[in-house]
């Protein structure tokens, strides 16, 4: 009894979340008024002695309930992760793509923050001279990261050493606070560094990190709001449950965790489209193929066919009178090829962006 009584409560404090603000939602923990317990006792009676189905109010389902309330109360704060999920991940390459753009701008794409990043990153960056370079776009687009280790090597690349980067710190663990320490890092260079809302955990402290020393400019999308350090716990079944212990604090005090980083500069892109350029089959193709809009022919159906041409008069042309069709036959929807039909499909328009931004300063700095 005294289990479904807590349960109960917590239930309840769920469903006073979900009241105010009307669904459940993946940001920070809802601020609510407090629960007034007082009527417990009479809600538990009525419940269990009106209550239309009585099997809903078992010892099981109260329990799925009161972990479903408490997670939706929690939002970003917990998770679940699904270990074959976690392990197709775990074969992503610490640098998913490098690639030296027109103007000797340098383009890498981390593809996740996990011990070994910052090495790799040197060893793209060790053949040429950060000096020479006119640029370098810093892609973090779907990079989940967790090593808070690794995000502040990555960071101490390009500030000087001694920089302070970001404090990890919770309620119950010692603060930890991350500085600079690489020996020769580029300075100088312009950098760019893309996000987007698949931009998590340490990859939102290392961009925001070059967002606070003003050492470069961010373009993309608000990223995840997820830069917290995690503990798993194992549950039954080989699922874990993911707990935000520690949240990243910036030097000026300012907090990701539920909010994500804004970029400097917002581009308006979908997610798919986005996924398709950056993680799809011809991913790995020449970058430039991705810059621009790429337009294709595409089938339309009869109908759309006569909509689409005009005597000029704004008035279709006059479709001709066919014989019926026999009944055997499928209603006159079929597709047709019309040579003149064509859809662009979007580039990456924040890479695009990048360049013209970076394209911009060399013309400035010769001037």
Request: hydrophobic share 45%.
């Amino acid at each position: 009894m005294k289990l479904i009584s807590t349960l109960l409560v917590i239930t309840l404090s769920a469903i006073a979340v979900l009241a105010s603000d009307g669904a459940a939602k993946p940001t920070a923990p809802a601020k609510t008024e407090p629960l007034d317990l007082a009527n417990l006792q009479a809600v538990r009676a009525a419940l269990q002695g009106l209550y239309l189905d009585p099997a809903a109010l078992s010892d099981s389902k109260l329990n799925e309930a009161a972990t479903r309330g408490v997670l939706n109360h929690l939002g970003l704060g917990v998770k679940m992760i699904d270990p074959k999920a976690a392990a197709a991940k775990n074969g992503t390459p610490d640098i998913a793509k490098t690639e030296m753009l027109g103007d000797e701008i340098f383009y890498v794409r981390l593809g996740k923050l996990d011990h070994g990043a910052a090495k790799a990153l040197d060893a793209a960056l060790s053949p040429m001279s950060c000096e020479k370079l006119n640029g370098i776009i810093l892609d973090l687009r779907f990079v989940a990261g967790n090593d808070f280790t690794d995000a502040a090597d990555v960071a101490g690349r390009f500030l000087a050493k001694g920089t302070p980067l970001f404090v990890l710190k919770g309620a119950k663990r010692a603060p930890r606070s991350f500085t600079a320490t690489y020996e020769k890092p580029c300075i100088a260079t312009p950098l760019i560094v893309l996000v987007n809302h698949e931009t998590v955990g340490s990859a939102e402290a290392l961009a925001a990190v070059f967002d606070n020393q003003q050492r470069g400019a961010t373009i993309g999308n608000t990223t995840a709001g997820e830069a917290v350090e995690r503990v798993e716990l194992p549950l039954v079944g080989g699922r874990k449950l993911a707990l935000a212990v520690a949240e990243v604090v910036l030097p000026d005090g300012r907090k990701l965790f539920s909010l994500g980083l804004e970029p400097d500069v917002p581009v308006k892109m979908d997610l798919a489209v986005e996924r398709k350029l950056l993680l799809g089959p011809n991913a790995q193709k020449n970058l430039r193929a991705s810059l621009e809009p790429k337009v294709v022919k595409h089938r339309i159906n009869e109908a759309e066919l006569v909509r689409s041409l005009d005597t000029g008069n704004g008035k279709p042309v006059e479709k001709k009178q066919t014989a019926e069709p026999k009944k055997s036959e499928p209603p006159a929807e079929k597709e047709t090829r019309n040579e003149n039909a064509k859809v662009e499909q979007p580039g990456d328009v924040a890479l695009s962006r990048a360049l013209d931004i970076l394209k911009g300063l060399r013309i400035l700095r010769r001037s």
